[in-house]
Structure formats: structure tokens, C-alpha cells
């Protein structure tokens, strides 16, 4: 597990996923659409930058983020997907076209299983909940970025339906590797809600910038939406 040399840290270790075969997505995603921030605007933000799921190797289809009011919005129509463990509940939302939003750490979560919901919408608070494993300090939303096989939708014998969404009961370790490996995609060159997020050489760094000013925030830091 990575430290952060800031407010928090990120989630995961190496781990085996047993039983369960992943490979590459049966088909691509649609084009990338037009994301909101995972939060409303108005508002102080803190980030830790972008860094893979595990926060350690693989692809960085993650970034964590703290708002100033604590509160998690979606950024897009979708819809939920709850996912569970032992230890409770985590958020994950699909979208048109194949992606999928997760939302780690969440508590007081306000939403359900196949519920709709669109922009704006709460889904909890940012919290340090573990509900499968990992580690957290410090209250944030570990926002992740997922595009899912279009032709799995609905089950895929071949990989017990994991392909098409279903997580349940997966530890956090086993979805930050080989889930992570197969269905994560990179949150480098990606914008949402007017800011481009740009991933750093190394693990938890990189630029948030704002589209229509041009001004750049370092990350980890903090930024004004």
C-alpha cells in the first residue's frame, strides 16, 4: 500500500483472484462522454492525484477526492450498482456506452441497487468506510473509471458475470488487480466538469486544469470548482 504525502491514502494491495478468469473487454467502449464532477461546484476540492486502483501498479484509472462538504454527486446519468461484501456496501454506477463510475469509502450511501439517477444526484458522503478491505485516512471519495464488455451485459459465463459489473463479495484487492487489469481505463486526458485531469510520472501526482481559464492546480493539491 502506498502512503500519500498528503491528507489521505489510497486503497489495496496485490492480491489473487481466485477462481475467477479476466481477460481484455469483448468490445470497446462509446465515445467518452460528458462527465460532471463527482461533487457539486462552488467549492474548495482536495486531491491526491491519479494513481492506479491499487495505488501501486497498473493502470491509473483512479483519483481521490475530498470536498469541502463532504457530499458525493453523480456525474452522469446511470444506473447504480451496488456492489456488496462482508463488511458492507461500495457505489458503482453504469453509464451509457459501456463506462462505469465507482465510488469507494462512501457512508450514509442514499442510493440502491438499479436505481436511476442523473447529474447532480447524491450518492453519500465522503467517508473512510472499508466495506471490502483496503485502507483510508482522511474522509474522501475514491473515484475510479471502468468500461465494461458490451456484450456481457447481463452475465458472462465465462468470467461469473464480473465482466458484466457483478462484484459482489470481491475483496478490494482482488478489483484493484485483475478487475483493474481488465476493465480499468485511464483517467489521464480525461475531463469532467470543465477541468482536464492529466496523470504524473509517478503515482498519486499530476495536473487538474481548468478548460475554459487555462489555470493549472498541481496535484496533489487543491483547487477551486
Known amino acids: 500500500m502506498t502512503k500519500l504525502r498528503a491528507q489521505f491514502a489510497g486503497l489495496g494491495a496485490a492480491a489473487v483472484l481466485v477462481g475467477v478468469v479476466l481477460s481484455a473487454p469483448a468490445s470497446a467502449a462509446g465515445a467518452f462522454p460528458a462527465f460532471g464532477l463527482p461533487f457539486g ?10 494513481h492506479s486502483d491499487n495505488g501501486t501498479s497498473g493502470v491509473k484509472n483512479a483519483i481521490d477526492f475530498s470536498p469541502a462538504d463532504k457530499t458525493v454527486r453523480v456525474p452522469l446519468a446511470g444506473t447504480v450498482r451496488i456492489q456488496h461484501c462482508d463488511g458492507g456496501d461500495w457505489v458503482t454506477v453504469d453509464h451509457d456506452g459501456g463506462w462505469r463510475t465507482g465510488y469507494y469509502h462512501l457512508e450514509g450511501i442514499s442510493v440502491t441497487d438499479g436505481q436511476r439517477v442523473v447529474p447532480g444526484d447524491t450518492l453519500g458522503r465522503a467517508g473512510n468506510a472499508l466495506p471490502c478491505g483496503g485502507s483510508s485516512t482522511g474522509a474522501h471519495v475514491h473515484f475510479t473509471l471502468w468500461t465494461l464488455p458490451t456484450a456481457a451485459k447481463g452475465g458472462d459465463s465465462r468470467d461469473f458475470g464480473v465482466g458484466a459489473g457483478n462484484w459482489n463479495g470481491m475483496s478490494y484487492d482482488e478489483v484493484s488487480t485483475k478487475v483493474a487489469e481488465a476493465y480499468g481505463e485511464a483517467i489521464d486526458g480525461k475531463t469532467f466538469g470543465g477541468w482536464q485531469f492529466t496523470a504524473g ?18 496535484l496533489p493539491g487543491r483547487f477551486h470548482v
Not at 461546484?41 to 491519479?50: E, L
Not at 509517478?202 to 489555470?215: F, I, K, L, M, N
Open 201 to 218: 510520472a509517478d503515482q498519486y501526482s499530476g495536473t487538474a486544469t481548468e478548460v475554459a481559464s487555462r489555470s493549472v492546480a498541481s
Open 41 to 50: 461546484t462552488g467549492q474548495s476540492v482536495y486531491s491526491a492525484g491519479i
